[in-house]
């Protein structure tokens, strides 16, 4: 059942060119459609890696579609629910998270429109939320979240690109080749530094904040080396105190207009013997130069390099936990669905 790979989680990570194609592919229906358009504010509810697909979206919807975004922990907001107005998405993998389920509830308690964005058909938060945007990832077995994060991804980029009139109809329609060849990346050096880390850090900013802290929470789930996803401006603000020739930093860092204070924030880094790791695009000398490893990702249009960037952090991810010998699959203390509050 794992197709000759070893375990099922690189099994669903390979299968992220065709599972991002097919939710391409499937669109958006009218009813969906005209909820989106609608929206004049949207407040997205999820947790864990879900959670962070929803904090990109803010990232990419608020400037590019210039509308507000807010995102909410499931678990918080219940209990601390903000003021609501305009649409509500809830987005769960499963359709079955305690959290994500209740906040859902309270919106509809509410008034407000509620979309679901899940892979499970008949899930409880298709049969709760007006409408439903299904992802096309097909049967997730890992317990941790690959195909689904950029399934996700591909529904919430498909509400920018109908935000924006279609402005990245090419992109999208394209990322799973990037994709496609980001799997054949060699990451060996990066995996052998890692393995040896007690602590890493992932670095980014605007929508490569989030994509850190996915990396991160990967690393610590699969692997159980302790990692931490921050915005890159900010560990100077405390966690520079850890950083020693023993904690890698991986840094995402690529074109745009973030690009040289990244670099900046790398010297820095670099200035306290932290080893670091960057992902640029292929071809960046200048920032090869000043990295202790750089992993090139396809110089493609940037919301293509969010897709990217994620799955050489996944991978990175899974074969530091291969090198430790560790459960890929069920890693400890971790249920594939959490159905408690
Ligand atoms: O099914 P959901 O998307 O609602 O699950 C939410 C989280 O439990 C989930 O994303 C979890 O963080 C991942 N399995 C971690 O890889």
Redesign the pocket.
């Known amino acids: 059942r794992k197709g000759g790979f070893a375990h099922y989680m690189l099994k669903e990570i390979y299968e992220q060119p065709q599972s991002f194609y097919e939710t391409i592919r499937a669109g958006i229906d009218d009813r969906v459609r005209r909820m989106v358009m609608e929206a004049d504010e949207i407040t997205l509810v999820?947790?864990?890696?879900?959670y962070h697909t929803a904090l990109v979206f803010k990232y990419l919807a608020e400037p590019l579609c210039g509308i507000p975004v807010r995102v909410e922990v499931g678990s918080e907001f219940k209990y601390f629910t903000p003021p609501l107005h305009g649409l509500v998405i809830a987005?769960?993998?499963?359709?079955?998270?305690a959290d994500?389920i209740a906040a859902l509830k309270m919106a509809k308690a509410r008034n407000c429109p509620t979309l679901a964005i899940t892979n499970m058909q008949g899930s409880t938060v298709t049969r709760v939320a007006d409408e439903t945007l299904l992802m096309r990832a097909g049967p997730e077995i890992g317990?941790?979240?690959t195909k689904?994060y950029t399934a996700q991804l591909a529904a919430l980029m498909q509400i920018v690109n109908l935000r924006c009139e279609g402005a990245f109809d090419d992109a999208l329609s394209h990322a799973h080749l990037a994709i496609g060849d980001v799997l054949l990346q060699d990451i060996h050096e990066a995996v052998a530094l890692c393995s040896k880390a007690e602590h890493v850090f992932f670095v980014g900013r605007g929508p490569f904040y989030p994509v850190s802290m996915e990396g991160a929470?990967?690393m610590k789930?699969i692997s159980y080396v302790h990692a931490e996803g921050y915005a890159a401006g900010e560990l100077k603000h405390g966690p520079f105190a850890l950083l020693t020739p023993e904690t890698p930093v991986v840094a995402v860092c690529t074109p745009g207009p973030t690009y040289g204070v990244m670099a900046s924030n790398i010297k820095e880094m670099k200035a306290r013997k932290a080893p670091v790791i960057a992902l640029g695009v292929a071809g960046d000398t200048e920032l090869a130069e000043i990295v202790d490893i750089f992993i090139p990702i396809p110089n493609t249009h940037h919301l293509v390099q969010v897709l990217t960037a994620s799955v050489v952090l996944q991978l990175l991810a899974y074969h530091t936990a291969c090198a430790l010998q560790r459960d890929v699959d069920k890693p400890r203390n971790l249920a594939?669905?959490?159905t408690v509050e």
């Open positions: 999820a947790c864990g890696t879900s987005v769960s993998q499963s359709g079955e998270t994500t317990v941790a979240a689904s929470l990967k789930e594939k669905s959490v």
